[in-house]
């Protein structure tokens, strides 16, 4: 039986006891509760229950066709669900547990719902740095599916009160651990052929520290948010409300701003700097957390350059996705408009 959903989502301390005993019992009981990690928080349940894993879906509104991550406390653990080839292998012991996701076969006797993994013959596997989250792993004695913890499409939480506004009744339990360190989603490497491991995903681990490993790797579009078959759409993750424009070094009057580095012009109170010095790590860390705060005081966002260097690749990534929703919304404005 599915726990029932709290009219009011209640935010606990991810450091309380009991607040994680709580959590412990949801998800022993299919339910779902977010919880930090070092990425953004994560929607976490039970990867094996497949209504379980339904009311993630139901809660976030994301299609049946995208899969989860699915995150482990260990090596071993990840082993008896995916077949890791030795790049795998050696990618998992230099980066795990840290923001690094593999895509590779299932295992045959994989213990995850077909829902979770959304019937493909793959599955990615995360064993992350949070504390919280491979504590309820060993707890709950399982492997915990966990997207990002917001509606389908939305920009990502990096904080406790982005996931309250964004999933409010919807789910069971908030863990509060703070603002996410890295601020950007793992890095995601597909192994499915294993002579030429793939980046799916830019993300918390820089290119070039994998490419020490892997060698120099392809980019290919991870599984989109939105229907394969709407390509126009399939950019379309990460959207504010507000329109954003990419490339700006002086907004206009009317803009908010999104800056990186010191503009000691600019002095408007709907500013937000990703990092005064200019530092990729900081600036990724701000990133969801500026476009959430932005978003809430604007209509349009003017974002500075950032350097596609270290952590600038998944940070400009993330920014072009979100800056898509912005023009397939004027092309279809425009449109209307010929019509
Ligand atoms: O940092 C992160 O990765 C966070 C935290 C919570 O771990 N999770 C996260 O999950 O970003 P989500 O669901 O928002 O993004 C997971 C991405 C999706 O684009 C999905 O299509 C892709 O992983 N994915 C999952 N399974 C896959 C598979 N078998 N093959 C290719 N892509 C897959
Ligand atoms: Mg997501």
């Known amino acids: 039986m599915i726990l029932p959903l709290p009219v009011e989502t209640p935010i606990q301390s991810a450091s309380d006891p009991q607040a ?33 894993v339904a009311g993630v879906y139901a809660a976030k509104r994301r299609p049946g066709f995208n899969p989860l991550i699915v995150h482990v406390d260990s090596l071993e653990r990840a082993r008896t669900l995916v077949d890791l080839s030795s790049k795998g292998l050696a990618l998992a012991r230099a980066f ?3 923001p690094l996701t593999l895509v590779a076969p299932k295992t045959a006797f994989a213990a995850v719902s077909d829902l979770a993994t959304a019937r493909l013959d793959s599955l990615a596997v995360r064993w992350p740095k949070s504390r919280t989250l491979t504590h309820l792993v060993k707890a709950v004695g399982r492997p915990l599916a966990a997207p990002s913890a917001n509606a389908s499409g939305t920009v990502s939480p990096t904080r406790a009160e982005h996931v309250k506004k964004s999933l409010n009744g919807c ?6 651990g703070g603002p996410c360190p890295v601020g950007v989603e793992s890095t995601i490497i597909s192994l499915l052929d294993p002579d030429r491991p793939d980046l799916l995903r830019p993300g918390g681990v820089p290119r070039s520290s994998l490419e020490t490993i892997t060698g120099p790797l392809c980019h290919q579009a991870p ?7 709407s390509p126009g759409q399939s950019n379309r993750h990460y959207a504010p409300r507000a329109r954003m424009r990419l490339n700006v070094t002086r907004p206009e009057p009317d803009e908010a701003y999104l800056g990186f580095g010191p503009h000691p012009e600019i002095e408007h109170s709907r500013f937000f700097n990703l990092s005064q010095s200019q530092c990729l790590a900081e600036a990724a860390a701000n990133l969801f957390a500026g476009l959430h705060w932005l978003d809430s005081k604007t209509d349009q966002i003017a974002v500075a350059p950032i350097p596609e260097a270290g952590l600038g690749e998944a940070i400009n990534d993330r920014l072009h996705r979100a800056a898509a929703h912005s023009e397939s919304m004027s092309a279809i404005a425009s449109g209307s408009r010929s019509a």
């Open 20 to 52: 994680l005993a709580d959590a412990v019992a949801i998800l022993a009981q299919g339910g779902c509760v977010a919880v930090p990690t070092e990425t953004v928080y994560g929607l976490a349940c039970d990867a094996r229950h497949r209504e379980a």
């Open 96 to 98: 795990w547990p840290g």
């Open 171 to 176: 789910i069971h339990l908030i863990l509060d």
């Open 223 to 229: 599984l989109s948010e939105t229907a394969p078959s």
